[in-house]
C-alpha cells in the first residue's frame, strides 16, 4: 500500500494507515519481540515489517571504526536509513557497538568477538535506531505494554534500573530492596560439582573421576572440569544425571580391586608388541564404558605417570568387556598396554593389560 500525495496532509488519514498497519504487524512483532527483565523490545525483524507495510524498505550503510584520541579502537558506527520506494530518504539512525560493553556478569559482551560480528550489529542497531524514529508509534498501536527501545540496545541483563529504589510515602521513606540476582553459570557449574560428588559417596568420588557421558555430560569428561553444557536445564535432566552417578558409584564400590595379578581376571601373560603396536605404561586412573548405538560396550582407560595425578594422562580406548572389567581391576595399580594408534588415537590390543 502506498499513501497518495493527497493524503500526506490529512492527518486522520495517516492514523488510520498506521492503525491498519499495527493489524498487519502485530503476530511478527509480538512475536520476535524479546522480554529482558520484565519487559518486551521490539527487534530488527519487526521494525522492518513495518516498515516495509508502510511501503517502505531500511537499510545501512558501511560501518566505520572509532578511534579514540589516541587512535585505539573504540567501536564500531553505522548509519541506518529508511527510505520510499523511490528511493527518497525519510529517517535515519545511528548504531553504535563499544568494546566498553558488558555483559550481566560483567564481562566483556564484544572484545572477545570477531570483528564481522561487531560490524554486524553496528548495522543491526542502525537500522532498528532508524525505524524507531519513524515508525515509534505504530509500536504503541500494536501493543503499549511493548517498550520503542530497540532490542538490539538493550544489554542482556537490562537496563541498570533494577537497583534499590526509594518510595516516599507518608513522609516515610521505604527502601526497597533489589530483586535477586539470577545465579551465575559458573556458581551453577560447582553447585552441581559438589551434589554429583554427594551423590557418589562424598569424598570417595573425587573430582578426577571421569563420567561415562551420564546425561548431557560428554564422554571421557572430569567431574571436576564439568562443562556448562552438562548443567542440567530440567529437573527431568538433573533427575537423570544424580541417578546416574549413584549407578556408577554402587559399581565401584561394589566390585573391590583384587590384589594380586593372578585374581585379576583377563589379564595377559607378557608378550611383546606386534608390528603396529606400541606399549604405554602407567598407573590406571580412571575408567569408564558405556554403551554404543550397536548394542555393544565402549570403555575408555586413562594411564597417568603418578598413582595420585590428578591432571594430564593419555587415554586408551577398548570395545572388549573382559579388557574393561581387567582395567576396573587394576585401577590403581601399574599396568603396561599393548595398543595400536590411529586418527581416533589409542586402542588397546585385546587382553593387552598387563601388571608390571
Request: aromatic share 6%.
Amino acid at each position: 500500500m502506498k499513501l497518495k500525495d493527497a493524503d500526506v496532509s490529512e492527518p486522520g488519514s495517516l492514523m488510520r494507515r498506521s492503525t491498519d498497519v499495527a493489524g498487519v504487524c502485530r503476530e511478527i512483532v509480538t512475536k520476535t519481540a524479546v522480554e529482558i527483565q520484565r519487559r518486551k523490545y521490539v527487534k530488527v525483524e519487526g521494525w522492518e515489517a513495518i516498515a516495509v507495510a508502510h511501503g517502505c524498505f531500511a537499510g545501512s550503510g558501511e560501518t566505520e571504526r572509532v578511534l579514540d584520541s589516541e587512535r585505539k579502537l573504540i567501536g564500531w558506527r553505522a548509519q541506518g536509513y529508511v527510505r520510499t520506494q523511490n528511493g527518497i530518504t525519510i529517517a535515519t539512525g545511528e548504531g553504535f557497538v563499544g568494546l566498553d560493553e558488558k555483559d550481566r556478569h560483567g564481562n566483556l559482551t564484544w572484545g572477545s568477538r570477531a570483528e564481522y560480528a561487531c560490524r554486524a550489529m553496528a548495522q543491526t542497531r542502525a537500522i532498528s535506531r532508524a525505524c524507531r524514529s519513524t515508525f515509534a508509534h505504530v509500536v504503541v498501536l500494536i501493543d503499549s505494554n511493548l517498550s520503542t527501545t530497540p532490542a538490539e540496545e538493550v544489554p542482556d541483563g537490562g537496563f541498570s534500573d533494577a537497583k534499590a529504589k526509594t518510595v516516599t510515602v507518608e513522609a516515610k521513606t521505604i527502601v526497597l530492596a533489589a530483586p535477586p540476582q539470577p545465579e551465575d553459570d559458573e556458581t551453577k557449574r560447582q553447585r552441581w560439582i559438589t551434589l554429583c560428588r554427594e551423590a557418589g559417596g562424598g569424598l570417595d568420588w573425587p573430582a578426577e573421576t571421569v563420567l561415562s557421558g551420564s546425561g548431557k555430560m560428554p564422554e571421557f569428561t572430569k567431574l571436576g572440569e564439568m562443562p556448562q553444557s552438562a548443567v542440567p536445564a530440567t529437573k527431568k535432566e538433573a533427575d537423570a544425571l544424580l541417578a546416574a552417578i549413584r549407578q556408577e558409584a554402587a559399581q565401584s564400590t561394589s566390585k573391590p580391586a583384587p590384589k594380586d595379578q593372578d585374581e585379576i581376571p583377563g589379564l595377559a601373560e607378557p608378550t611383546p608388541p606386534q608390528d603396529g603396536e606400541e606399549t604405554l605404561t602407567g598407573f590406571v586412573a580412571v575408567v569408564t564404558e558405556k554403551p554404543t548405538s550397536k548394542g555393544g560396550t565402549k570403555g575408555g582407560i586413562c594411564l597417568t605417570p603418578e598413582p595420585d595425578q590428578k591432571e594430564g594422562g593419555t587415554w586408551v580406548n577398548t570395545f572388549d568387556t573382559e579388557d574393561i572389567e581387567s582395567a576396573k581391576a587394576a585401577k590403581g595399580k601399574s599396568v603396561a598396554c599393548r595398543v595400536t594408534k590411529d586418527n581416533f588415537g589409542y586402542k588397546l590390543v585385546k587382553h593387552g593389560i598387563l601388571l608390571k
